[in-house]
């Protein structure tokens, strides 16, 4: 095993973690007008810089970045940032890019996920929302950054605009009969009752990888020995690992088919959001089912089991059902969203490690896009 990569490697591994809706070699717009046109200067104290400009969904937004900026003395860097080595493991940064790298977002903090701007880049927006600029470090990170950003907002193109999630009264096929037909919680090993089912999906498993992926969040490895391997091989890669392993939890007589997590590098051992999701028994309208269970691990609690350690998750388990609505209908893939209200809905109930959570007992449904132009 080699412990010591290059600075080529590094630079490869950072190109490979950038977003899909972000282009480090933005194209020319020579016959199109931008609807904004502005130079912005980067805040010297804090991470994020607001902008002022509003992106509208189907929107591209053009980014030329350039200046210096130096952390902790060493030498000077671009907007490219400084590779990020072993050190760097324990900040925690807003993305997985170099350390004083410009990067962006559109929309909210904790919601909207951030891209790479560095020297040049391109964003087609989904969802819409504030433009702010920011810096790739943490708060309390002892780096002095001297950037300007030259931005440009253009329309879509030949008026063509992004898909935008609509809310509706209620989803073909999706109703309180279907969803009697589903236990209201999920079970562990032994057969306690645990997390409560809070969301559904409705689309194909090509689609339900693409809206996660999208949505910024990491599979999850299926066992410890495992997660611990890979734990290591990402220290040496230099790149944080945010997929810890998720306990087995049971559904329609199986553990779960595929979990989800999203979280910021380091934090991910105490606070993260996850999810876990099994494939429904029955097709809806010629449509594969997924049924999921979030929930957001906020610390470690005593598990009354066994009198070990576990997650500690957020008792108000709604902010986590409206986590996955926000951070999914973001991206493009999801046409329509509802709730709905099972006939024995989950108010109060304990989590299989003896832990409390409330709810108001409604279940969200998201219908993704599955067109043959997205596979």
């Not at 493991?89 to 919601?111: C, K, S, T």
């Not at 809310?167 to 009697?180: K, W």
């Not at 559904?200 to 997660?227: C, H, N, P, Y």
Request: charged letters at 20%; one cysteine or more.
């Amino acid at each position: 095993m080699r412990m010591v990569r290059t600075a080529a490697l590094a630079a490869v591994c950072l190109a490979a973690s950038l977003p899909a809706r972000a282009s480090q070699t933005p194209s020319l717009l020579p016959a199109e007008t931008p609807r904004v046109s502005r130079d912005v200067r980067i805040s010297v104290r804090d991470v994020w810089t607001p902008t002022g400009i509003e992106v509208q969904p189907g929107e591209k937004a053009v980014f030329t970045g350039a200046g210096t900026g130096i952390c902790d003395g060493q030498a000077e860097f671009g907007p490219i940032g400084i590779p990020r080595g072993f050190r760097d493991l324990l900040r925690v940064l807003p993305m997985q890019a170099g350390r004083g790298a410009l990067i962006g977002r559109i929309g909210d903090a904790g919601v909207a996920q951030p891209f790479v701007i560095g020297v040049s880049a391109q964003v087609t927006e989904t969802a819409g929302g504030m433009l702010f600029i920011g810096v790739n470090r943490a708060d309390n990170d002892a780096c002095t950054p001297d950037f300007s950003v030259h931005v440009e907002v253009f329309p879509p193109r030949d008026g063509a605009s992004t898909q935008v999630a609509r809310r509706v009264d209620a989803i073909g096929g999706v109703d309180v009969s279907l969803l009697d037909r589903f236990p209201r919680r999920v079970r562990d090993r032994e057969g306690n009752a645990g997390d409560m089912v809070n969301f559904l999906i409705l689309g194909s498993e090509a689609a339900m990888q693409r809206v996660f992926k999208a949505a910024g969040w990491v599979t999850v490895d299926a066992d410890v020995t495992g997660a611990l391997i890979a734990g290591i091989l990402g220290s040496l890669s230099k790149e944080a690992y945010v997929t810890l392993p998720m306990s087995q939890l049971y559904l329609f007589g199986r553990a779960q088919d595929v979990g989800w997590a999203h979280a910021e590098p380091i934090k991910v051992a105490a606070s993260r959001h996850h999810l876990r999701l099994w494939r429904a028994p029955d097709a809806v309208a010629g449509t594969t089912l997924w049924v999921g269970a979030a929930t957001h691990d906020i610390g470690f609690e005593r598990d009354q089991r066994n009198n070990g350690i576990t997650h500690k998750i957020d008792p108000d388990v709604d902010l986590e059902r409206e986590y996955v609505e926000t951070t999914l209908t973001r991206t493009g893939i999801v046409t329509e969203f509802t709730y709905a209200t099972p006939n024995d809905a989950v108010k109060d109930a304990k989590t299989a490690t003896g832990g409390t959570f409330q709810s108001d007992g409604r279940v969200l449904v998201l219908k993704l896009d599955d067109s043959p132009q997205l596979r």
